[in-house]
């Protein structure tokens, strides 16, 4: 006999009726199914609402019914938002009076639970859900996105910051909870949960002990093991298995396949496709905390504070360049202003060929601010590319310098740089925007160039020759100012997307155009997040008070290598300004 896919509660008629079918009823729900339902929510999901649930997603249910806390690491596609959505609708009916709160580290991201999944997708399947819900009072504007249920229930959307504190609700929901500030985890959202639901059955002296524990759902993908996302997990692992009603669990990959939620073939790709390393994949997709080594040179504790910053910059593409040409500089659509006494650096980290064996060609664009005696440096964009000709490179490396405004370059003009180093110094025709650019040389000494280039070459380079010496300090040197935090990188990927996602949706754009739209104001910071699992990788040995980094397996360096030489540069140009930067003199023995 073949298993139903979705099972319905089977049962039997009632022998004991009344003649008084309202007292047939209230016996009913109060003595058969309104105890059955509330021990078996996953049950009542399915036979009342008619939901469609997978075996997990049932499991995943009746525990978040019966924890006070619950911890649900999920990898990507596993339908998170679906569930949460499915188990706020669920308590609201079965439990009267219930006030639900939805928080995570963006409102509009906590707001898709209730307007895309429980509005959009269970509220037209559901003619029960629509009968339970108070659809007069149901709110979704900028100030309140509100769902009101007729038996006095609600489901509400706050932010999560200092403005929402006084709150009061009996479940507390934290949408990729990983993003948001742990203080205020603690301090604002935590406190929401102080007075506990108000059911009726308490004005019964025979019930009037049993008061109900309000509840906490922690729900995000895995990060790093030194975040406190991990401390939270471990916690509540630790109470799962001693005397705590509290309840965790990772899901991977592979149980989205199993029940047809992703693809094979899907998975293949974002395996292969480019900055996707042994990291990423563990907790993007395999749920799992991500823990260093212990000789990594890099800690993410260290990298990942200075990550905030949402000022990047987009280099044109050549239509947007030939249509705005003729325009100022100050009113291109790619122009970013300076601040007095700025200098803008590009840092470029050199490679040929071909195939993902082998490494990329690093680009990477950095603004020194001048704050309090010293200068921060910021990353505002970083691209890569894999087996692109010499020659192309040259004439990229002189788009993105006069597009960004760039003062100086900083280019690895040995072994296979050499070859681009050539074309540098070139004069270069760009057939894509027609231009002709002149050829560079350097302002530092490389007897490689030839008298001619240094008398008509413009002096914008730096012609780096790294050696270990040099290496060390750029790792001591990087190491020191993501420490003290002068060294500010873009945001991660999955925060710049739901600032990135609301921006697309106030366009009017057909979907290949959005999608075409958020790949490209995505980029820096997916390049960046690349970058940082590169670095957190390397692992590093110290020998005669140098270090030397090295790759783990298979990943690569390059973009770290391009951070390193922009650094290097930086600090060659603040000792010159008179800053008083050492961070370049400084050496770490470990």
């Known amino acids: 006999m073949k298993e139903k896919k979705y099972i319905e509660t089977e049962y039997e008629d009632r022998g004991n009726l009344k003649k008084d079918s309202k007292e047939d009823l209230l016996i009913g729900i109060g003595e ?90 269970l509220y037209p399947q559901s003619y029960a859900l629509r009968k339970e819900i108070d659809y007069k009072g149901i709110k979704c504007n900028s100030n309140q996105v509100l769902i009101p249920f007729k038996n006095g229930s609600s489901i509400e959307v706050l932010a999560s910051s200092e403005n929402s504190r006084g709150a009061r609700c009996n479940v507390l929901v934290m949408d990729e909870f990983r993003m948001i500030n742990e203080t205020i985890v603690r ?34 993908s895995a990060w790093y093991s030194d975040h406190w996302s991990f401390s939270k997990w471990k916690t509540t692992v630790r109470d799962m298995l001693t005397k705590f009603d509290s309840f965790a669990c990772n899901i991977p990959f592979t149980c989205s396949l199993e029940h047809g939620l992703n693809t094979k073939k899907k998975i293949e790709r974002e395996m292969d496709a480019e900055g996707m390393n042994y990291a990423t994949f563990l907790m993007e997709y395999c749920a799992v905390f991500f823990n260093e080594a212990d000789d990594a040179f890099f800690k993410s504790s260290v990298i990942n504070p200075c990550r905030d910053s949402v000022d990047v910059f987009y280099p044109p593409t050549a239509e947007e360049w030939i249509a705005e040409k003729k325009k100022k500089k100050i009113e291109q659509s790619w122009y970013m202003p300076r601040v007095n006494g700025e200098i803008r650096i590009l840092a470029c980290d050199i490679a040929l060929a071909k195939g993902v064996a082998n490494d990329n060609s690093s680009f990477l664009l950095m603004r020194m601010i001048p704050d309090r005696g010293k200068f921060k440096r910021y990353v505002v964009y970083l691209e890569a590319h894999n087996g692109m000709p010499a020659k192309q490179q040259a004439i990229r490396i002189k788009q993105l310098f006069y597009d960004f405004g760039a003062d100086k370059i900083i280019l690895d003009t040995t072994g296979i740089g050499e070859a681009v180093w050539e074309f540098v110094r070139e004069s270069n025709y760009d057939e894509e925007r027609g231009v002709r650019y002149d050829g560079f040389t350097c302002f530092n000494e490389d007897n490689r160039v030839d008298d ?134 400084i050496l770490f023995l470990v």
């Not at 007075?195 to 759902?217: C, D, H, I, M, W």
Request: aromatic share 12%.
């Open 32 to 121: 058969y199914w309104g105890c059955f339902y509330l021990a078996n929510p996953h049950r009542f999901a399915m036979d009342y609402l008619k939901y469609k649930l997978h075996i997990f997603q049932q499991i995943l249910l009746y525990f978040m019914m019966k924890s006070d806390q619950f911890v649900f690491i999920a990898s990507r596609g596993l339908g998170k938002s679906f569930l949460t959505a499915v188990f706020c609708t669920v308590i609201c009916i079965l439990k009267p009076g219930t006030k639900v709160i939805v928080c995570a580290k963006q409102k509009k991201q906590a707001e898709k639970v209730l307007t895309e999944k429980i509005l959009g997708e």
């Open 187 to 220: 301090s604002v959202l935590s406190p929401f949960g102080a007075v506990p639901r108000q059911a009726g059955y308490l004005t019964n002296p025979r019930y009037s002990f049993y008061r109900e524990e309000n509840k906490e759902l922690y729900l995000s």
């Open 452 to 585: 001619l280039s240094k008398r008509t070459g413009l002096p914008f380079v730096y012609s780096m020759q790294p050696n270990t010496e040099i290496n060390s300090r750029i790792a001591v040197s990087v190491r020191k100012l993501l420490a003290d935090k002068d060294l500010i990188l873009p945001m991660n990927d999955r925060e710049a997307k739901i600032l990135v996602t609301e921006k697309i949706a106030s366009l009017d754009l057909d979907l290949d155009e959005a999608a075409y739209r958020e790949a490209i104001l995505l980029a820096p910071f997916v390049q960046t997040t690349i970058m940082v699992n590169e670095m957190i990788s390397l692992r590093h040995e110290s020998k005669e008070g140098k270090i030397r980094l090295f790759e783990r397996g298979a990943n690569r360096k390059d973009r770290y290598s391009s951070l390193g030489y922009g650094v290097f540069l930086s600090n060659l140009i603040a000792q010159e300004e008179g800053f008083g930067d050492d961070s370049d003199d």
